[in-house]
């Protein structure tokens, strides 16, 4: 079955449908152009989105990436993106591969069947002009045989009329053989022109007209296949990425199989531990002795405290230290002694092996420059020598920086951790004395463990601080009094603990006030130096 021979005679149908065609490849294409915007559009909004929250270089969330819940949504983040550029991608494979191609197509098939229809109209013009010929021929001949016959009755009149001459008989005869003589040719001239058009209407029915329908629905059935083709595509255009947007969505299920919540807490406690112990027990104060308290602001109370949490944050510390109150924010400093002593021996650290990193760099680099220099000089053409010292002189210059850097946070790092092991003992050396002060008050000698033992006696227990003395030993030079202060009370100091002894009345120079922990650090008049309890003295300026 085909149209040009069961629809011979549906021309305007045939002429409609391959429009009505056309127009759905329109559609089709259109349609294609709006899903791509959407899938273009909804790529843009994904990476927005992705990038609103995305942590900014150096905020506060970058840095608590290190927790795993915090890495696994930065990893969903990442898995979004990529799932965005994948629909980028579909957007640009349908425009490419359907849209374009399509469009493309669409032109060709418009010239064609334009192509096909003009064909048809000229087949049709051509036949309409030879019945035109046919009618008018045949219009002729009917006028002409119409005159034959009135000639010819008029001539048998004129000869049965006897008052007609034989001229007049004659004259009639001839013109009515004239006359039927013309028929006759437009006769034979009509019979020409119906052949003629029966020959050309037969042509133009039984082949010109089924050949260029035949034409028209091969031109059709190749549009609703390369339209087919057009659907296929839209789904496998998405079909081919869907295992790339499938690992996507592995990545951010993966994401969340690898949150650990108790790594997440080891790693809180590792970043902000702070070393510092717990505040102990406040002491009582017994104003009832007529004990005159210390010009200075440290009290009893003051060597119950601790001193990291407080000296930290600035705090009184007669008061007590309130762990949910609002903290001011550190002023931060270079060798972090803003942080706890835990935070700040990591950071030192951290700042040490950076340091290193460069230092080595900038060794290899010089190292590298010295053997390029020693071939330019064994091999004058291959380069000067001379111009590799700009070079390596900046290269030694920042090897020298970078040495003193290294020295200078050895030292803060070698300082922080003495300090550490420092913090410990005079805890304990506060407990002491405030163990001699009770028993002071009582009149009985007393030894740091807290036994009776006659004075002047030391105590071997006592050993365990003997490299306490080292802290000391590695001070600068002595360095000029502050101040001066007046002992209200026996000390008894030791040595091997950093303290000195001190009677009451006896008037001290201090060289480094209390920095929070309770303790002073005085000088006698010979030169003997040591830590005296704050509250013990009356400092004046």
């Known amino acids: 079955m085909d149209w040009g021979t069961d629809l011979w005679d549906q021309y305007d149908i045939i002429d409609k449908h391959t429009q009505s065609g056309l127009e759905l490849v329109e559609k089709y294409v259109k349609f294609v152009k709006e899903r791509t915007e959407i899938e273009q559009n909804y790529a843009k909004q994904l990476r ?11 905020c506060k969330e970058e840095q608590e990436c290190r927790f795993s819940n915090h890495q696994s949504f930065l990893d969903i983040l990442n898995e979004m993106n990529d799932y965005a550029g994948q629909r980028e991608l579909i957007a640009e494979n349908m425009m490419m591969n359907i849209c374009i191609e399509l469009t493309k197509y669409l032109q060709e098939l418009k010239m064609e069947r334009k192509t096909h229809l003009s064909e048809a109209k000229k087949a049709q013009q051509s036949l309409e002009s030879t019945y035109k010929q046919l009618d008018s021929s045949k219009k002729r001949f009917e006028r002409e045989w119409r005159e034959a ?13 006897i008052n007609a001459t034989k001229a007049d008989v004659e004259k009639a005869k001839q013109q009515a053989n004239m006359r039927t003589h013309i028929a006759e040719e437009c006769k034979n001239d009509y019979a020409a022109q119906l052949q003629k058009y029966n020959q050309e209407q037969s042509q133009f029915y039984f082949s010109d007209v089924p050949l260029i329908f035949n034409k028209l629905q091969d031109m059709d059935e190749r549009r609703v296949r390369k339209l087919a083709q057009g659907y296929v595509l839209f789904s496998d255009t998405e079909r081919h990425v869907m295992p790339i947007i499938g690992k996507c969505l592995e990545g951010v299920t993966k994401a969340g199989t690898n949150v650990n919540e108790r790594n997440d807490s080891i790693a809180l406690i590792e ?13 009582f104060e017994d104003y009832s002795q007529g004990i005159n308290r210390a010009s200075s602001d440290s009290s009893l109370g003051t060597l119950g405290t601790p001193k990291g949490p407080l000296e930290l944050l600035g705090k009184n510390r007669s008061k007590p230290f309130w762990l949910f109150s609002k903290k001011s924010k550190p002023t931060v400093t270079e060798d972090f002694g803003h942080l706890p002593p835990e935070q700040r021996r990591k950071r030192l650290q951290q700042k040490l092996d950076d340091i290193g990193k460069e230092l080595q760099k900038e060794v290899d680099q010089s190292e590298a420059l010295e053997k390029m220099k020693d071939v330019y000089e064994k091999n004058p053409q291959m380069g000067d020598p001379a111009s590799l010292s700009p070079q390596i002189n900046q290269t030694a210059q920042n090897m020298e920086r970078l040495r003193g850097e290294l020295n200078k946070y ?13 913090m410990l003992r005079r805890d304990t050396l506060r407990e002491d004395a405030l163990s001699y002060r009770s028993h002071s008050n009582n009149n009985e000698p007393y030894s ?10 030391p105590d071997p227990s ?25 002992a209200m009370y026996n000390f008894p100091g030791s040595a091997s603990e950093g303290t000195i002894t001190m009677q009451e009345g006896e008037v001290l120079s201090v060289v480094e006030e209390d920095k929070g922990d309770g303790w002073t650090r005085v000088r006698r008049a010979n030169g003997n130096e040591g830590y005296i309890p704050t509250s013990y003295v009356s400092i004046s300026k």
Do not use: M, V
């Open 48 to 58: 927005n989105l992705t990038k609103k929250y995305n942590p900014k270089r150096g």
């Open 149 to 161: 016959d009135k000639a010819a009755q008029y001539a048998e009149k004129t000869d049965q009329d």
């Open 271 to 283: 970043q902000y531990k702070s070393g510092f112990e717990r505040p102990g027990d406040l002491d």
């Open 410 to 422: 050895e030292s803060w790092l070698t300082e922080a951790g003495r300090r550490g092991d420092s």
């Open 448 to 457: 740091p463990d807290g036994t009776h033992s006659e004075e002047g006696t």
């Open 462 to 486: 006592q050993a365990i601080y003997a490299e306490f003395d080292d802290d000391f030993e590695e001070e600068e030079e002595l360095a000029a009094p502050i101040g001066q202060c007046t």
